[in-house]
């Protein structure tokens, strides 16, 4: 997938979200989860942290909701955390 905003898929838009703030990441999910430091829980998170399992990454904006790629169709979208079909992990890096 790609990272800029002609294309990018969920890790690559994080990534250049990031960049737009002069933070480095690395483009895929699983890379991302260890980034920063981890957060606790949800009820701990703030907004502009990165949520992120090995298959999907977006930045939290607060009450239960991300900012996230979807795939091509959707595009870039606010969420609820429900877009995590699994665990998340939840890291900070601002």
């Known amino acids: 997938g790609g990272n800029t905003?002609?294309?990018w898929d969920c890790?690559?838009?994080?990534?250049?979200?990031?960049a737009q703030f002069g933070v480095s990441l690395p483009h895929y999910s699983g890379a991302q989860m260890s980034v920063g430091t981890a957060v606790g829980?949800?009820?701990e998170a703030a907004p502009g942290d990165?949520?992120?399992n090995t298959q999907h990454a977006a930045i939290y904006i607060g009450n239960g909701m991300v900012i996230?790629?979807?795939n091509p169709a959707?595009?870039?979208?606010?969420?609820?955390l429900a877009v995590?079909?699994?665990g998340y992990?939840?890291?900070?890096v601002l």
């Open 74 to 80: 959707q595009g870039t979208q606010v969420t609820s």
């Open 68 to 70: 996230n790629a979807l």
């Open 5 to 7: 905003p002609s294309g």
């Open 41 to 43: 829980s949800i009820a």
């Open 89 to 92: 992990a939840i890291r900070r």
């Open 11 to 18: 890790s690559g838009f994080v990534q250049w979200v990031f």
């Open 50 to 52: 990165i949520i992120v």
């Open 84 to 86: 995590f079909s699994g």
